[in-house]
């Protein structure tokens, strides 16, 4: 019968009391948070396995590592990249979001929900492929974003939208991006009246979406205009990323 690991969290918890209780002890500070790493450092070389296979393992860890100001994603040589291996396990999550990206491009503009997102990375990934969470997305991303590729993540509503692609967006675009959150599209008028924004400054938004490819213009809805945000558009991705579209998605 498989034997369970000792929980990362409970790990965590129990040396953060250590230091904890610690504080008051004449020893240096910077001596205590060695004695942390080097204990750190032995339990992933225990739990090495877990932290590679787990989601909610590898989450636990990388907070542990944030407790001391380690970053096992920070170089792809040394130590932790060696011992774990998640240097080369981030880099390749990262090129699987990049293709995901780029095969649905034209579809939303280089703007996908996080959802969506880990839902065709898992579906790329196949089923006997090393387990994938959003938190590993999420840490994915911004190692991509550090290298200045023009990913981004907007915060929207009770999720996050990833931009893909190097469009200047502002507060008032992220502001707007929210409203559109409840129906998948805004109108004009919804702005003012939610934002109490002037008419000009909501059109300039707008305008600007629509010229970066992340907005569609829907002149024939009732009443008046709509621009849809077809990121927020769940009907859109219902359907899987076609071969036609992973071709195009290949440099």
């Known amino acids: 019968m498989h034997r369970r690991g000792v929980g990362a969290g409970a790990i965590a918890k129990k040396k953060l009391a250590e230091v904890s209780r610690k504080k008051a002890d004449p020893q240096p500070m910077s001596k205590q948070l060695d004695m942390f790493k080097t204990n750190l450092e032995e339990f992933a070389s225990k739990h090495k396995q877990e932290i590679r296979k787990n989601p909610e393992f590898r989450v636990q860890f990388q907070d542990m590592c944030a407790t001391i100001g380690v970053d096992p994603l920070a170089s792809g040589k ?16 990262g090129v699987q979001i990049i293709e995901v990206c780029l095969a649905l491009k034209h579809r939303n503009g280089g703007l996908i929900t996080l959802e969506e997102l880990h839902q065709q990375v898992l579906k790329g990934r196949g089923k006997f492929a090393q387990d994938v969470s959003q938190d590993d997305l999420i840490r994915a991303i911004k190692k991509l974003k550090a290298l200045g590729t023009g990913f981004g993540i907007i915060p929207v509503g009770g999720t ?19 409203l559109a959150e409840k129906n998948g599209y805004v109108t004009v008028s919804e702005i003012k009246a939610s934002l109490k924004w002037e008419t000009e400054r909501a059109r300039q938004v707008l305008e600007h979406l629509l010229k970066e490819g992340l907005a569609w213009l829907d002149l024939q809805a009732p009443g008046e205009a709509h621009y849809w945000l077809p990121a927020l558009f769940t009907d859109l991705y219902s359907q899987e990323i076609t071969a036609e ?5 290949l440099p």
């Open 78 to 93: 040394g130590f932790w990249s060696e011992m774990l291996g998640v240097g080369d396990f981030y880099y390749e999550l």
């Open 160 to 178: 996050y939208l990833i931009q893909s692609v190097p469009a200047e967006l502002n507060m008032d675009h992220t502001v707007v991006l929210q």
């Open 245 to 249: 579209e992973a071709r195009e998605a």
